[in-house]
């Protein structure tokens, strides 16, 4: 009974150092290790201790960047090394196992997060610092070049990272340190110069062109800008829904569609007032002498336009202006008296009155007569020759005033020209000049050469 019941038990300790032996030297480890491990516990054989805290990160892939919710995409690694003393062994003990890896749950973890807001240490607990590899502190964030994917819209210029401490909050608060990776990053233009900025500049050409129309075609000038500034406007309503709701920063695409908007608008307003002054006529308006001065003589021979001499003006007539403006003679028939500024009018009031027929009636009979006779006839017909050449004089003035009427409204037209001209060269100018100072502001805009004013370090790896 004793021979078999010390049997019995050689079994069990036979199968446990059978079992023993079958695990691998790393399940071994794992065990020893992990026997009494509590992860909650901060690594430190004494309270005053800090435990030291290496971080790296490496950059795989610049997502995307959310302008209008001011959010970046990135795929990165983070890396951070501390000394745990609870996690120690000898390695000859472990058949020479130098290195052992083990799920991330199973062991003390610093509770740090990489957001945009990231948990800080008072550095009476955890003292945060920058890996160093060779010696040499990484004051940068790694990226690795056969893991890294190029983005197509954005350039990455400088990725510094920094140690930061706050002097101002006690070393015993969290918030004391804390590390910053920054990335530098700038926009390729090409997509915004190929879609956005190309259409913008050559449909505010077309906006400058409508200057070319006569001075007079204001209607299809005013049409022409405001399909412009529509079209305009449908470009700065795309851009609004990409860039961020704030008031600190304005793009400079945002800029430049409000310039082109406000171009366009002065362009209306030009050809609104170019239409305006080459409608008048001397009916409403009459012409100063420094107006004609300035806009018949000086601009066009400083602007190189080939203006046709105009005739004298006419000699103001010593009858009575009415009321719309013009002179005129008023011939009273019955009850209806009629202003005469034009020739149809008096031939009409001369049939009316027969004194033509009657002075040509007169003479035709007057070589038959004798010349006492004739003498006579002619006596007779004094009045209604004296008639005639009172309604050829009639007829000289309103010829004349004629022609003074249309040389003002020719005067009013020329100065309309001369003003467009004017207005073409000033927004040409204007067009031309914002569109370059934009541009220049749009190249000088650039990353600066180091990441930090006035700090002369690089903060990139030194070339090997």
């Not at 997060?113 to 890996?131: A, C, F, G, H, R």
């Not at 004194?355 to 035709?364: F, G, T």
């Amino acid at each position: 009974m004793h021979g078999g019941q010390g049997l019995l038990l050689l079994l069990p300790l036979l199968a446990v150092c059978l079992g023993v032996q079958g695990r691998n030297q790393e399940e071994r480890l794992l065990a020893d290790l992990m026997q009494n491990y509590d992860p909650n516990l901060r690594p430190a054989e004494r309270d005053s201790d800090v435990v030291n805290v290496s971080l790296k990160l490496t950059l795989t892939n610049l997502i995307s960047l959310n302008e209008r919710e001011e959010a970046l995409t990135t795929n990165v690694w983070i890396e951070m090394q501390w000394c745990d003393y609870r996690l120690r062994w000898d390695p000859r003990d472990y058949e020479g196992l130098w290195v052992l890896r083990v799920p991330s749950t199973m062991v003390w973890r610093p509770d740090i997060v990489l957001e945009n807001k990231s948990q800080t240490y008072s550095t009476n607990e955890i003292d945060l610092q920058l890996s160093q590899e060779d010696g040499q502190t990484i004051e940068w964030i790694f990226i690795d070049p056969e893991a890294f994917t190029e983005n197509g819209e954005w350039a990455i210029q400088h990725r510094p990272a920094k140690m930061l401490l706050d002097p101002a909050a006690p070393a015993q608060e969290a918030g004391h340190q804390k590390v910053v990776f920054y990335l530098l990053i700038q926009r390729k233009p090409l997509f915004y110069v190929i879609n956005i900025i190309a259409p913008c500049v050559l449909i505010s050409s077309v906006a400058i062109l409508i200057y070319f129309l006569p001075a007079k075609a204001g209607g299809q000038k005013c049409t022409v800008a405001i399909n412009v500034l529509l079209a305009q406007t449908v470009f700065l309503f795309l851009v609004a829904k990409k860039v961020p709701e704030t008031s600190q920063a304005v793009p400079l695409i945002s800029k430049y569609l409000t310039f082109l908007l406000v171009v366009t608008i002065l362009i209306v307003v030009n050809a609104v007032v170019v239409l305006n002054v080459s409608l008048r006529s001397p009916h409403t308006h009459s012409m100063a002498r420094g107006v004609r001065k300035v806009f018949l003589r000086l601009l066009p021979q400083l602007l190189r336009m080939h203006v046709r001499p105009l005739a004298p003006a006419a000699v103001q007539d010593t009858q009575p202006r009415l009321q719309n403006g013009s002179s005129g003679w008023s011939i009273t028939t019955g009850e209806v008296a009629l202003c005469l500024p034009r020739s149809e009018l008096l031939f009409q009031q001369w049939q009316q009155q027969g004194l033509v027929a009657a002075a040509l009636e007169k003479l035709e009979k007057a070589p038959e007569l004798e010349p006492s006779q004739f003498c006579g006839s002619l006596k007779q017909a004094a009045p209604a020759i004296q008639a005639c050449v009172e309604a050829c004089n009639l007829i000289a003035r309103a010829r004349h005033q004629q022609s003074h009427f249309d040389n003002g409204n020719e005067e009013w037209f020329l100065v309309g020209r001369v003003l467009d001209r004017v207005c073409f060269l000033a927004m040409l100018s204007l067009f031309v000049c914002g569109t370059a100072g934009i541009f220049l502001m749009a190249h000088y805009n650039r990353v600066p050469a180091l990441p930090f004013p006035g700090d002369p370090r690089s903060y990139l790896p030194s070339p090997d």
